[in-house]
Every structure is written in C-alpha cells, then in structure tokens.
C-alpha cells in the first residue's frame, strides 16, 4: 500500500487561494456533513472544541472519503500528543501559541522520527501506517506531514520571520484574538496596531519562502488578508454559523429582543 498522499499540503504549493471551515461540533456526524459542501479544508479544532484523540479520530474517518482536506488544531504542542495524532492519521497538525524558532524546531522534532526527531514507532498499531501495510513508513512519513504554527502573540509576532524560516515549518497561521488580546486590545482585531502586525506577519511568512494562513469569517477581512498574501483562509465556524441561521430563522416569526450582528473577535 503507497504512502497516503496529503492534498492539502499538495495544494499549498500552489498558487489557488484554499478556504477552509473551522469545525467545533467535535462530531464526526457534523464534520461529515461540512465535508460535503466542498470547502477545501476543514479545521478539527483540538484547543477549543471538547476534542480529544478517539472523537478527532472519528472525524477524520468521516470525512475520509471527501475532496475536504482536514487539518488538526491540537490543545498544546506536546510531543507526547503530537505522537497520538500522527499515529491516527493526522497529515496536517496545527500548533497554537508558538512564539519562538527554538519551539517551531522541537515541534518538527516531534514530527518526525528518529535520528531526525524524537517520533515514537507505532507500527503496526497506528491507524498512519495503514497497520503496517505501507512499506518504509518510518523513512518517507516526513514528506506527507504538513506543520503549521501558529503566531498569535506579540512574542510571537516578533519572532515570526525566525519561526517560518525554520526547516520543517511549511506554513504560519496568524490567530487575530489572541494576537488582539496580547496587544492590550481585546476583542479589537481590527485596532490598528494588531492590522499592522498581521500584515507584518503575512509579509515576513512570505519572505521565507512559506505560506501564510488566517481566520477571518467576515467576507471584507477575508478579502484584505487574502489580498495581503494569505493563502489558506477560513471564512466561516460551523457552530457560529448554525446559530446565525437559528437566529435569522426564528427571526422571520418572531422578533429578536436584542438582534446582535456576529463577532468579528476570533
């Protein structure tokens, strides 16, 4: 059996602008049904979602056999964790709050196995291997393996031209609440300081050679970000999206007392 390819890192090499979908129901049911509308990514959220190894494993068996690429935000960069994902299927693993190159070293360390990281052998027990039916997995896993990090603080957006220049490190992924929050304007992504460093961000991913990714589910900040050189972009969260349309559709019957237009801090 041949090396499962990974589409999304495929895709990251060329130039298409790729949209993607957060999902938070931490259902295979509901990740199914997303995969289904043709997004080209879907984000299975391990740091915020009620996620945890057996119910992101089931959604990535549902949404297998769907042109959906799906991509893991795991809770921490734990190699220890980080081993658990990969040995389920994780081909693209997303890592929060990475701040330094030092750290974006040790998560591709942990990516990838020994003498090049610290990767522990499954073998034939992880569901990655295909149970051991694909030959010289331990030699060729690396190549299908896509790490983005996350920049979201000012420590990090400082950093961030050493953290994407990091070998290893194919993408940086810009997180504008955390980042706003960390820049003493919570809950203002739009604040100019942090717009600045978004952009700052983007420019200095690009710079290395890497791609750069954000999470805008409001059409105009979407469109900027993607004009400022973002290449995979998530426009929408599912549970934010079902209730606006819960929302809109009780609307129609009966008014809202206090109708309030979506967030714009993510």
């Known amino acids: 059996m041949d090396l499962p390819r990974n589409p999304f890192k495929a895709r990251l090499a060329g130039s298409d602008t790729l949209y993607g979908l957060w999902a938070g129901f931490a259902t295979g049911y509901a990740a199914e049904i997303t995969a289904s509308t043709g997004y080209d990514w879907l984000l299975i959220d391990g740091e915020h979602a009620p996620n945890t190894v057996p119910s992101i494993l089931a959604q990535l068996q549902a949404v297998a056999p769907y042109s959906t690429a799906p991509v893991v935000r795991c809770v921490t960069g734990d190699a220890v964790l980080i081993k658990q994902l990969l040995d389920i299927g994780v081909q693209t693993l997303m890592v929060p709050m990475v701040e330094t190159a030092e750290q974006a070293r040790a998560l591709v360390r942990a990516m990838r196995y020994p003498p090049h990281g610290i990767r522990g052998v499954g073998g034939g027990l992880a569901r990655a291997t295909r149970w051991d039916a694909v030959p010289d997995y331990l030699h060729t896993a690396h190549s299908e393996l896509c790490l983005i990090v996350q920049v979201e603080s000012r420590l990090g957006s400082d950093n961030v031209a050493e953290i994407a220049a990091v070998e290893g490190v194919d993408a940086v992924f810009v997180g504008p609440a955390d980042l706003s929050s960390g820049l003493g304007h919570a809950g203002n992504p739009g604040h100019p300081e942090v717009q600045a460093r978004i ?35 998530a426009v929408g969260i599912d549970i934010s999206l079902f209730r606006q349309a819960a929302l809109a559709n009780l609307a129609r019957y009966r008014p809202l007392e206090a109708p309030q237009p979506p967030s714009r801090t993510y």
Not at 199 to 228: C, H, N, S
């Open 199 to 233: 952009r700052a961000a983007i420019e200095a991913t690009r710079a290395a050679g890497k791609v750069a990714g954000i999470l805008a589910p409001q059409e105009d900040d979407a469109r900027r970000y993607r004009a400022w050189g973002c290449q995979f972009v």
